[in-house]
């Protein structure tokens, strides 16, 4: 089935070690999308690759960078984790952007310690 | 940028009664309203959406209708069964992104 997978499912890192969040998609969608959500709260989009152009959006922190090596794959890398960075990260993709549908991976949690 | 108010934060009914939630949005050119159901620990899914020519969509229980002048859109759910039990997010689509609501947690009590 084409689907949105996102690994680890589960991530712990130490409070300043690097980590990387992985995505791929067998949708062939344009749009890639990466969002953080912390618990109760709407997901926040962090930034969005359409093709190769990536897409920051204006209150995402340094800390995040982002890579789209191919159509299929999207990387987080997140260069020094802090506490306040525990969250949900949840992949997303879609047609297009606008009024196109978004299929959302399964998420990734990850805990800093 | 656009902005998206949800309300209620929560919301509990009987099962077998209807459940409605509003969302109301600034951005007059959006034009793409989806619906997200989010179970605990889970992927936000799709559940219903409606694009701005349209006013109402209806798919079995769930119906969404959308007032393009005053800029407001409903989700409303007949007959809830416990398996509802959820938080629901509205969404709104502008040129680039969707700007999601703040969720609505629903619990249907049996």
């Known amino acids: 089935d084409a689907m949105v997978i996102q690994n680890p499912r589960y991530q712990v890192t130490q409070f300043g070690k690097p980590v990387t969040l992985s995505c791929s998609q067998t949708?062939?969608?344009?749009?890639m999308y990466w969002y953080q959500q912390k618990s109760s709260q709407a997901p926040k989009l962090l930034f969005h690759?359409?093709?190769?152009?990536?897409?920051n959006e204006a209150d995402t922190p340094d800390n995040f960078q982002s890579r789209r090596p191919n159509t299929s794959f999207c990387f987080l890398d997140i260069r020094s984790p802090g506490l306040g960075d525990a969250a949900m990260y949840l992949c997303?993709?879609?047609?297009?952007?606008?009024?196109?549908?978004?299929?959302f991976g399964p998420g990734t949690r990850l805990t800093v310690t | 940028g656009e902005n998206v108010e949800q309300h209620p934060s929560t919301l509990s009914v009987q099962e077998g009664d209807s459940a409605v939630i509003k969302c109301t949005y600034s951005?007059?050119?959006?034009?793409?309203f989806p619906w997200y159901k989010q179970e605990l620990g889970k992927r936000p899914q799709l559940i219903i959406d409606?694009?701005?020519?349209?006013g109402e969509k209806k798919d079995q229980r769930i119906a969404v209708t959308l007032n393009k002048t005053a800029k407001h859109f409903s989700l409303h759910i007949t007959e809830t069964q416990p398996e509802d039990s959820a938080v629901y997010f509205c969404?709104?689509?502008?040129?680039?992104?969707?700007?999601f609501g703040s969720g609505t947690q629903l619990t249907v009590l049996p």
């Open positions: 951005d007059s050119a959006s034009n793409y």
């Open positions: 409606i694009r701005s020519n349209v």
């Open positions: 949708l062939n969608h344009n749009v």
């Open positions: 690759y359409y093709d190769k152009d990536f897409n």
């Open positions: 997303a993709t879609s047609r297009g952007r606008g009024d196109y549908e978004q299929y």
């Open positions: 969404a709104v689509s502008s040129a680039r992104q969707l700007t």
